[in-house]
Structure formats: C-alpha cells, structure tokens
C-alpha cells in the first residue's frame, strides 16, 4: 500500500472556524491533490500541487487554500468553515514523466463536519 | 475541457449475474489516461485499472474486463458472475496526456448492489 496518511480522520468544528487537514506521503511522488467526496457529486478536485511551492485549482476551491512547503506534506485549509463544507476530504498522489501518466493512490479520507 | 460521465447512478443485480458499468468521457487530448476505482462500504478507494488512450485492446483480470473504444469515448467496465463482495461504489476517471493538466477527473460514480 502506498504510504499516505491523513490528519485528523475525523474532525467535528462548528462554524466560522478554521481547520487544516494534513496530508503526508513516504512516496516522494511529485504530484499531490486534495478532493471532497459528496453524495450525488462523486469525487471533486479541490486543489493540487505538481510540485513543492506548486498549487493550483480545481472545480471546487472555493474556500480553501493549500500549502506545499515539503515533497512530504501537502495541507488543506478551510479558512472559515461552512456547513456545505461538510465532507468527506481525500488526498491523492501519484508520479508521471513525460511518457507515462501514473494511477491515483489515495489516502483513508478525513471525515469533517462543520456543525 | 475534461468531462466524465457515469450515467448510471446505481445498479443492482442477483449474484452470479453479468453487470457492465458505463463510462463516458469528454477530452480534447489526443494523449489520455482512463483508470477505474473501487469504493467498497469500508470507504477506501482501490485502483482497479489504468488504460492510455493508445491501447485499444480489452483488458480481462479473473472476473472483470474492460472494453475501451475510442470511437464512441466509452471505457466500460464487465463483472462476470458477480458476487456479493462486488458491491461497492465504482468510478471512472480521465487524466490528460503529461504534457496537459495534471489533473484527474472523476465520474459521478456507480454503486453496485449485489444481491445475494
């Protein structure tokens, strides 16, 4: 199994506050990527980082920021929480060069409810 | 833009009955990776395929087969015989060439009940 783990597993936080889930790897792959699961929605990206210091956007970053300071950590901050923020998160990695494009390996997912 | 689209929401079938799961893309690439996942009741996501959009050829492992056709943008997913631990949710997913985006897109997902 590929080493990816995420912090905190379960989270309950009320509104307005801020929460970061951490996401750690032991596989020094490049390419890290933080998606919400939601019924009816399937599996949405969030952001994702192609390298340290290296984010960008998914089809739902609204309301979250990362961060990338280590091959290793890839964090996801709810600045200010909202109840739609309530969610399954998931964080993903996977290596790719210039000919071949590398499967997902996921993390456990964090449970987050924003009450 | 990249698009998948998991059109059956759920399926539910006996045991030992074949069950296909759809799955249809949208990619302007000519370079493509198409993958299927595997979410069993626990929640863990499994990786059960990787295909390239150069490979055309059907794919079969023990029970499951997958049927890729460029021409109809389809990369559809066969259980044979079926069983109860199948039942899961299912995704199809699409990532561009690595020249592209490095994002994956994901399906809206498929949940299979399987019957005993």
């Known amino acids: 199994d590929a080493g990816i783990t995420q912090s905190p597993r379960h989270k309950v936080t009320e509104t307005g506050t801020p929460v970061t889930l951490r996401c750690h790897q032991t596989e020094n792959h490049r390419y890290m990527y933080w998606y919400r699961q939601d019924p009816g929605h399937g599996l949405r990206l969030i952001h994702y980082s192609y390298g340290v210091k290296d984010t960008d956007k998914g089809e739902v970053s609204d309301g979250y920021s990362v961060s990338r300071s280590k091959t290793e950590d890839f964090l996801l901050t709810l600045e200010s929480a909202t109840s739609s923020q309530t969610s399954v998160y998931f964080c993903?990695?996977?290596?790719?060069?210039?000919?071949?494009?590398?499967?997902?390996?996921f993390g456990e997912g964090s449970r987050l409810t924003v009450l | 833009a990249q698009k998948v689209t998991q059109a059956q929401t759920e399926i539910s079938v006996v045991e030992k009955e074949d069950v296909t799961l759809d799955c249809v893309y949208e990619?302007?690439?000519?370079?493509?990776?198409l993958f299927w996942y595997k979410q069993p009741p626990s929640g863990e996501l499994v990786f059960l395929i990787r295909?390239?959009?150069?490979?055309?050829q059907n794919e079969i492992s023990g029970r499951y087969s997958w049927n890729f056709q460029k021409s109809t943008s389809s990369f559809n997913f066969t259980i044979t015989a079926s069983q109860v631990v199948d039942s899961a949710v299912y995704f199809c997913?699409?990532?561009?060439?690595?020249?592209?985006?490095?994002?994956?897109?994901f399906g809206t997902g498929t949940r299979l009940k399987v019957l005993a």
């Open positions: 990619t302007r690439d000519t370079t493509y990776y």
């Open positions: 997913a699409l990532s561009e060439a690595p020249s592209g985006t490095y994002k994956y897109i």
């Open positions: 295909r390239n959009s150069f490979d055309e």
């Open positions: 993903a990695i996977s290596e790719r060069d210039r000919s071949n494009t590398g499967e997902l390996f």
